[in-house]
């Protein structure tokens, strides 16, 4: 079977492939994985996938991203793989190098996000020169939704026959038995975070940064709360400083009485279970996955209009889409589903419904295989679960 080398740049981000090495390992494939040792890769138990550990900085550093080069090509010639498949910025670039210059065979680039679709100048034509050449130095390329295909297409990345969408999107699909009601561990999150409080809890997951969209989330919110005051805005997740909300959005949630934030969370299916309704006002996405998890554990979802994040719904259908940047649609939105419970209801089982049909683990991990098993076949796809 194929030797197949994965990069990503943190540990952290190995929890976007739960479950897929093993999947893989097990069908008797030769796994390895490179990642930066900054934290627990916990979830590969298996002593047959191999783990490669390069230090990495997720930020422009001349001299470290050179020495990671020269650390990751040794690794390339080491391993000698048949097939790479990349993601995340840092390792995308390093490693895609990496395989070219040792003449990997197959190297496929897993693009997750676009990052200079909200950034504007230099720096916009920086990251675009990147991505091209990322994508030009591959041979095939993976896009997490065919909303970002597109956008790849638009902006000349790579040509459409290049370009392959998995099912009908997602990196890593879900394991559903992770999203199954663990009443004490919810009663017990409810209890730390939300007290005896019976409010009305809007629900988000993720980083809270500016193109998540949180400044408008924290301002709709608070024009909410003047209406109603029995809301809460529960955060899971942390600041960064590479993308940070304004200092008035900050002390907003540092500071309001009904705004709760938990920090860095690193399994979050059971906090779901404390919303009613689920809300990602980004501004871009390359899949929102964390609208698929929302789903999964039956709450209705509300997402904007833009890149990635509008493919993980079916508008009025199984969730509701709003125009990223617009306070009124999203109060509105949020007021449809806390004030009509028939509606929601119909949404989050619709929802749940699509993510158990279309996006388990492993309809993704047979399309990802149809790849592996060479580029003729980038045309099949697998669109469901088998009944």
Same mark, same amino acid.
């Given at each position: =079977?194929?030797?197949?080398?994965?990069?990503?740049?943190?540990?952290?981000?190995?929890?976007?492939?739960?479950?897929?090495?093993?999947?893989?390992?097990?069908?008797?494939?030769? =796994?390895?994985?490179?990642?930066?040792?900054?934290?627990?890769?916990?979830?590969?138990?298996?002593?047959?996938?191999?783990?490669?550990?390069?230090? =990495?900085?997720?930020?422009?550093?001349?001299?470290?991203?050179?020495?990671?080069?020269?650390?990751? &090509?040794?690794?390339?010639?080491?391993?000698?793989?048949?097939?790479?498949?990349?993601?995340?910025?840092?390792?995308?670039?390093?490693?895609? +190098?990496?395989?070219?210059?040792?003449?990997?065979?197959?190297?496929?680039?897993?693009?997750?996000?676009?990052?200079?679709?909200?950034?504007?100048?230099?720096?916009?034509?920086?990251?675009?020169?990147?991505?091209?050449?990322?994508?030009?130095?591959?041979?095939?390329?993976?896009?997490?939704?065919?909303?970002?295909?597109?956008?790849?297409?638009?902006?000349?990345?790579?040509?459409?026959?290049?370009?392959?969408?998995?099912?009908?999107?997602?990196?890593?699909?879900?394991?559903?038995?992770?999203?199954?009601?663990?009443?004490?561990?919810?009663?017990?999150?409810?209890?730390?975070?939300?007290?005896?409080?019976?409010?009305? +809890?809007?629900?988000?997951?993720?980083?809270?940064?500016?193109?998540?969209?949180?400044?408008?989330?924290?301002?709709?919110?608070?024009?909410?709360?003047?209406?109603?005051?029995?809301?809460?805005?529960?955060?899971?997740?942390?600041?960064?400083?590479?993308?940070?909300?304004?200092?008035?959005?900050?002390?907003? &949630?540092?500071?309001?009485?009904?705004?709760?934030?938990?920090?860095?969370?690193?399994?979050?299916?059971?906090?779901y279970r404390l919303m009613d309704m689920f809300i990602l006002p980004t501004y871009r996405e390359g899949f929102g996955n964390v609208l698929l998890e929302a789903a999964a554990a039956d709450i209705p979802v509300v997402t904007t209009n833009v890149t990635g994040a509008k493919?993980?719904?079916?508008?009025?259908?199984?969730?509701?889409?709003?125009?990223?940047?617009?306070?009124?649609?999203?109060?509105?939105?949020?007021?449809?589903?806390?004030?009509?419970?028939?509606?929601?209801?119909?949404?989050?089982?619709?929802?749940?419904?699509?993510?158990?049909?279309?996006?388990?683990?492993e309809v993704i991990w047979r399309n990802l295989e149809i790849v592996y098993n060479r580029t003729e076949a980038m045309e099949q796809n697998v669109y469901e679960i088998e009944k």
């Amino acid at each position: =079977m194929s030797k197949i080398l994965i990069g990503v740049t943190s540990s952290i981000s190995t929890k976007l492939l739960r479950g897929q090495l093993e999947y893989f390992s097990k069908r008797g494939y030769d =796994m390895h994985l490179i990642c930066s040792p900054d934290g627990n890769i916990d979830f590969v138990p298996s002593s047959n996938i191999k783990v490669h550990k390069v230090r =990495m900085k997720r930020e422009i550093s001349p001299f470290s991203d050179l020495l990671s080069l020269f650390q990751i &090509i040794w690794v390339y010639l080491k391993v000698r793989p048949d097939i790479t498949n990349v993601s995340t910025p840092k390792a995308s670039l390093l490693c895609m +190098v990496a395989a070219y210059l040792t003449r990997t065979p197959m190297r496929i680039y897993s693009i997750i996000g676009l990052r200079f679709e909200t950034c504007t100048g230099k720096k916009r034509k920086l990251l675009l020169t990147i991505e091209k050449l990322i994508c030009k130095w591959s041979t095939a390329c993976i896009a997490v939704s065919p909303s970002l295909k597109e956008v790849l297409i638009q902006e000349g990345l790579a040509p459409k026959e290049k370009i392959k969408v998995l099912g009908s999107g997602s990196y890593n699909g879900l394991d559903l038995s992770e999203f199954e009601l663990d009443e004490p561990e919810v009663a017990r999150l409810r209890k730390q975070y939300l007290g005896e409080s019976d409010n009305q +809890v809007i629900g988000y997951v993720g980083r809270l940064t500016k193109d998540k969209g949180i400044d408008d989330l924290v301002e709709a919110f608070t024009e909410l709360a003047r209406e109603k005051s029995n809301l809460t805005l529960l955060l899971v997740g942390d600041f960064e400083d590479g993308d940070a909300v304004t200092t008035i959005t900050k002390k907003r &949630i540092l500071e309001g009485q009904n705004i709760v934030t938990t920090g860095f969370v690193p399994k979050t299916a059971s906090y779901y279970r404390l919303m009613d309704m689920f809300i990602l006002p980004t501004y871009r996405e390359g899949f929102g996955n964390v609208l698929l998890e929302a789903a999964a554990a039956d709450i209705p979802v509300v997402t904007t209009n833009v890149t990635g994040a509008k493919d993980a719904i079916i508008p009025n259908e199984t969730g509701l889409l709003i125009e990223a940047g617009n306070i009124t649609e999203m109060k509105d939105a949020i007021r449809t589903l806390l004030e009509n419970k028939e509606e929601a209801t119909r949404l989050s089982e619709k929802g749940q419904e699509r993510v158990r049909r279309e996006f388990q683990s492993e309809v993704i991990w047979r399309n990802l295989e149809i790849v592996y098993n060479r580029t003729e076949a980038m045309e099949q796809n697998v669109y469901e679960i088998e009944k």
